[in-house]
């Protein structure tokens, strides 16, 4: 009784742990950076295999935190998800991206489509649909250069399938996230309407210089294909994955072997220097 004593004392303890205490504090500041402005978006390409030219590109929130620096997704997209600050982070997020998109086709930049990722929780909104073809309009995009990257297909409740059919309808592109990861597989394609699948990086690690080049890749590749859809590899670290998913059939790649996410501000010169070559 003792031993087990001690041992929730330690787990109390752990249970205010420094985590938390992050947490409530990112939470806490999280309207305040909507206000000043703190979220950024950096852009990582996707190279059509065929071409090898920049097609479009991917946006990744990241967060200026006046206190803690630069701040990546993976530690405050939880907390935001979690706090519900995930509705008008995400609603921020897509009007970074519309207007940033709407700056380079002025420009005459040939990026098209725009990526961003979609909690969820966001589509179980039911407003989502028509908030985003608010955007469009405002922009003056077209829907289909912009493209939703949605995940956790398998905890899709009712509504949130409602939105994606309703995306769908308008045009707008929907491309399966994490596909391969638990989260994500051929067992979902069929309740949701998507125009592509994102074979996760966890999936395209395994593809190595060794003879077995990963079998599941290929097969993803082939199944694809079968049900019409375009593929990504995201996660290519090295020429020889980008050489087999090439081989593969693989129809788009992102990933560091390529270039690492930029700021809005290298989106320019890069694609014109990457395009040339
Ligand atoms: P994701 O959608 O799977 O995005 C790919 C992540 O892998 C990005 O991390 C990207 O920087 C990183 N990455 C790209 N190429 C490579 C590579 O070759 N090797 C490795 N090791 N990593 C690579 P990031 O930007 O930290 O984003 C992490 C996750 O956060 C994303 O994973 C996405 O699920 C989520 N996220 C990012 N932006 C947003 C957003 O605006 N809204 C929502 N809801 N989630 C977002
Ligand atoms: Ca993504
Ligand atoms: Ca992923
Ligand atoms: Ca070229």
Not at 52 to 71: C, D, Q, S, Y
Not at 110 to 134: D, G, H, K, R, Y
Not at 153 to 158: E, V
Request: charged fraction near 25%.
């Amino acid at each position: 009784a003792k031993k087990s004593g001690r041992g929730q004392h330690r787990f109390f303890d752990k249970s205010l742990n420094r985590k938390d205490v992050e947490a409530f504090h990112l939470e806490q500041s999280f309207s305040d950076a909507l206000r000043n402005r703190e979220f950024v978006l950096h852009y990582q390409p996707q190279v059509c295999l065929e071409t090898m030219n920049i097609i479009g590109f991917e946006a990744l929130v990241r967060w200026k935190h006046p206190e803690f620096g630069t701040l990546y997704p993976d530690r405050f997209i939880t907390i935001a998800e979690n706090c519900g600050f995930v509705i008008p982070l995400g609603l921020e997020v897509l009007r970074l991206a519309c207007a940033q998109f709407a700056q380079w086709k002025a420009e005459g930049l040939p990026v098209t489509p725009i990526a961003v990722n979609v909690s969820p929780i966001q589509l179980t909104e039911p407003e989502f649909c028509w908030q985003v073809m608010a955007l469009i309009d405002e922009f003056g995009l077209s829907p289909d250069q912009l493209e939703l990257e949605i995940t956790e297909t398998a905890m899709l409740d009712a509504s949130a399938v409602e939105s994606l059919h309703c995306l769908k309808a308008e045009g707008i592109k929907l491309s399966l996230d994490d596909f391969g990861t638990g989260y994500s597989g051929f067992a979902h394609l069929e309740s949701v309407p998507v125009d592509k699948l994102k074979i996760d990086r966890s999936l395209i690690a395994k593809i190595s210089n060794s003879h077995d080049d990963s079998p599941i890749v290929s097969s993803t590749i082939i199944l694809a294909k079968r049900m019409n859809l375009k593929v990504v590899a995201e996660g290519v670290e090295t020429r020889e994955q980008l050489v087999h998913l090439k081989v593969a059939g693989c129809d788009i790649a992102q990933g560091y072997h390529l270039s690492r996410p930029i700021s809005a501000d290298q989106v320019p010169e890069f694609v014109r220097t990457f395009n040339r070559r």
